[in-house]
């Protein structure tokens, strides 16, 4: 089983990224699929979520209005389109898939929004 995120870097405030998650070595379609991110010195966070299906969302309230997670089941691949990027959305984002007692993590990919 592997997540591998892409499209972290380095950002202005206001500018946008988009994180690409790509899956392999299990069913991605079956599975639910969420970003996290975890700042220094704080615990990671759920930013979003998206059901196998790709009709049911879920969004962090920090984020709602501003970030959009999507997914391309043909591709195995799940998306966060972040927009108008705070410092404090600056955190290592990481790609999980869960599906009953499975619970598969990507690597992580940095995000750093300078002021």
């Known amino acids: 089983v592997q997540l591998v995120e892409s499209g972290g870097g380095l950002v202005q405030f206001g500018g946008s990224l988009r994180l690409s998650c790509a899956a392999s070595?299990?069913?991605?379609?079956?599975?639910?699929m969420s970003w996290y991110r975890q700042a220094p010195g704080k615990e990671r966070e759920l930013v979003a979520v998206i059901r196998s299906g790709g009709a049911g969302t879920h969004y962090a309230d920090s984020v709602k209005g501003r970030f959009t997670i999507s997914r391309d089941n043909a591709k195995n691949t799940v998306y966060l389109e972040m927009n108008s990027l705070k410092p404090e959305d600056m955190a290592v984002y990481y790609c999980?898939?869960?599906?009953?007692?499975?619970?598969?993590w990507g690597q992580g990919t940095q995000v750093t929004v300078s002021s």
């Open positions: 999980n898939a869960r599906r009953m007692f499975y619970d598969y």
């Open positions: 070595g299990f069913t991605f379609s079956n599975y639910g």
